[in-house]
């Protein structure tokens, strides 16, 4: 797990973008359910974002996640950033 955000009343999700140092698998889970993933290849940027040009709306109380799978030997360093908009 790389990243989570609760959502209060009158949320939007507008992206997610999210970056490594090695080759990864990226999952968004909304509420315990996998809406999307994202991988990231050799010969091809390490990041990379879910966008959702509109937002998304969000109930108060649902919880966003972002998992990386990374199965490579060598070590990686994983970030994201999870952005929002109240209204």
């Not at 970056?19 to 991988?39: F, M």
């Not at 966003?64 to 994983?78: E, M, T």
Request: proline share 0%.
């Amino acid at each position: 797990l790389i990243g989570t955000f609760t959502a209060s009343s009158s949320t939007y999700l507008q992206k997610i973008e999210f970056s490594g140092s090695n080759i990864a698998e990226y999952e968004l889970v909304i509420a315990g359910v996998t809406q999307d993933k994202r991988r990231t290849y050799f010969g091809s940027s390490l990041d990379g974002k879910f966008d959702f040009d509109s937002g998304l709306k969000l109930v108060a109380g649902q919880v966003v996640q972002v998992y990386v799978v990374h199965n490579r030997s060598s070590v990686g360093d994983f970030n994201t950033r999870i952005q929002t908009l109240e209204g």
